[in-house]
């Protein structure tokens, strides 16, 4: 079955410490994107990525980076820069650029600071 | 640009009584309309999508939405619910033939008591 996959579904990070989480998707989608969510604040968008080594920003892009080597893997960094980092981490895909496409997601990963 | 307003952050309901979840959107263009289920720990799943139409759509596990456009509201409602709808129900919208990225509203936590 096509699918996205996430990994890992728990990470910890220490301070200072930059951690990457990985999105794997067999869809053969164009477009992946990067949302963090906390309690009682919905999605928000950090990077999104429409085709093959190009990227952008989303609206909470600072402390963290992505890249798009491939068009199955879309990781994402989170660097020492974000601060406030605990949360669950959502990476999600659809077809193409049409807006009618909804998207797929994969089950997330939970970070956590030690 | 669009947004979302999802009115309710949480609600209670018996099981077998029925459902509405309400949401409403700005936009000042034509948009699309989707309702995702996410259950604890996991990602979210479509429900149903409006693009065009029929303004009542019908979605997975009996639930449907309704699209009024001089309400600009997409409420999701259910007849009859049981244990297993507890989730976190999420309303996005993505503007016809423009960015194709969606936004989501805060989320409504449906939660079914026996």
């Known amino acids: 079955d096509g699918g996205i996959t996430q990994s890992p579904k728990y990470l910890f990070r220490k301070e200072g410490q930059n951690v990457t989480l990985s999105c794997e998707q067999n869809l053969n989608h164009d477009a992946m994107y990067w949302y963090r969510q906390d309690p009682g604040q919905g999605l928000r968008l950090i990077y999104y990525s429409q085709i093959v080594n190009d990227f952008q920003k989303g609206d909470i892009a600072e402390g963290y980076s992505v890249s798009r080597e491939k068009k199955e893997s879309f990781p994402l960094t989170v660097t020492s820069a974000q601060k406030n980092p605990t949360a669950f981490y959502l990476c999600a895909s659809n077809s193409d650029s049409l807006s009618n496409q909804p998207q797929h997601f994969g089950d997330g990963t939970r970070l956590s600071i030690l | 640009a669009q947004s979302v307003t999802q009115l309710d952050s949480q609600v209670p309901v018996f099981e077998e009584a029925p459902v509405e979840l309400r949401c409403n959107y700005s936009s000042s263009v034509s948009v699309y309309l989707f309702w995702y289920v996410q259950y604890p720990n996991q990602g979210l799943q479509l429900l149903l999508k409006?693009?065009?139409?029929?303004?009542l759509v019908k979605g997975i596990n009996g639930f449907e939405a309704e699209f009024n456009k001089s309400q600009t509201s997409f409420h999701l409602r259910k007849p009859s619910v049981h244990i297993s709808d507890t989730a976190e129900y999420f309303c996005?919208?993505?503007?016809?033939?423009?960015?194709?990225?969606?936004?989501f509203g805060r989320g409504t936590s449906l939660i079914v008591h026996p």
């Open positions: 996005a919208v993505s503007k016809s033939g423009g960015s194709y990225i969606p936004t």
């Open positions: 409006y693009l065009s139409g029929s303004t």
